[in-house]
C-alpha cells in the first residue's frame, strides 16, 4: 500500500542553525500538507502544496514539493526555540482516498 | 463544535479492563482518523471512517480494538482486554470530506494508561 516516509526521524541543533526534514512517497501524490506538533500538543495543520514544483513560504519556513509529487520538504532558516516539536507531512495519493501521515521528525533545539 | 473533541481526556485502567474512548469531530466533517502516539514517536494509525463506514481498519493492532462511528459523527475506539502496551496517546482527527486538500483537525487526544 502506499507510504509515507519522512527523515530523518530526530535532528538536534544549536539555536540558530537551519533544519530540514525530507517526505517521500511512494506513489504519486494529489497534494502535501505539512503539520506541526508541540511538545504536549496536537498536531495543527500549517500548509498544503498542490502544484509539482511549488514552493510555499511562511516566515523562516519553506516548503517545497517536488516535480514528480512524490517528495517534499520542510526547510526553516536560523532555528529558534519556539521552533521545537514534531514536523509531520501527510499526503493524499493520487486515486486514493484518504491522508497517510509520515512518521515525524522531532526537531530539538539547543539555546 | 468549535473543534474535535476527546473524552477522557486522561484514562487510567487496570490491565484486563476494557476502554471506551470518544471522539467528538467538527460538524459536517465526514472524514474521521483514529492514531495512535506513544511517548515520543510519530503516529500510528489505526482506522479511517468515511460516514458510518470503515473503508480502512488496516491499522487496528490486534482484534482487541474496534471503533465504531454512529450518525456520520461521535466515533468509538474501544480496546478490550487492557495491555500496558496499549498505553499510548489516542488521538482523533477530522475533515470535511473525502477529499484531497482537506485539511485535518485533531483532537487534544485521550492520554491512556494501562497499569
Known amino acids: 500500500g502506499q507510504q509515507v516516509m519522512q527523515i530523518p526521524q530526530y535532528q538536534h541543533v544549536q539555536e540558530g542553525e537551519d533544519f530540514t526534514t525530507y517526505c517521500n512517497s511512494s506513489t504519486t501524490l494529489s497534494n502535501i500538507q505539512w503539520y506541526k506538533q508541540r511538545p504536549g500538543g496536537h498536531p495543527v495543520f500549517l500548509i498544503q502544496?498542490?502544484?509539482?514544483?511549488e514552493v510555499k513560504k511562511q516566515k523562516r519556513l519553506t516548503f517545497q514539493f517536488g516535480e514528480a509529487k512524490k517528495n517534499s520538504s520542510l526547510h526553516i532558516t536560523a532555528t529558534q526555540t519556539t521552533d521545537v516539536g514534531t514536523y509531520f507531512c501527510a499526503g493524499w495519493a493520487t486515486g486514493g482516498f484518504k491522508t497517510i501521515f509520515g512518521a515525524g521528525t522531532r526537531l530539538f533545539v539547543k539555546a | 463544535g468549535a473543534g474535535v473533541s476527546q473524552s477522557p481526556s486522561n484514562k487510567v485502567t487496570e490491565k484486563g479492563k476494557d476502554v471506551e474512548l470518544r471522539c467528538d469531530p467538527i460538524s459536517g466533517h465526514t472524514a474521521l482518523y483514529w492514531y495512535r502516539q506513544s511517548l515520543g514517536q510519530g503516529l500510528e494509525f489505526l482506522i479511517y471512517f468515511q460516514g458510518n463506514s470503515a473503508p480502512d481498519k488496516s491499522g487496528l493492532p490486534s482484534d482487541r480494538f474496534s471503533a465504531e462511528r454512529t450518525g456520520g459523527s461521535v466515533s468509538t475506539l474501544t480496546i478490550q482486554r487492557t495491555q500496558q502496551e496499549d498505553s499510548a496517546v489516542y488521538l482523533c482527527?477530522?475533515?470535511?470530506?473525502?477529499?484531497?486538500?482537506?485539511?485535518?483537525?485533531f483532537g487534544q487526544g485521550t492520554r491512556l494508561t494501562v497499569v
Open positions: 482527527a477530522s475533515s470535511q470530506g473525502g477529499a484531497a486538500n482537506t485539511e485535518a483537525f
Open positions: 502544496l498542490v502544484k509539482s514544483g
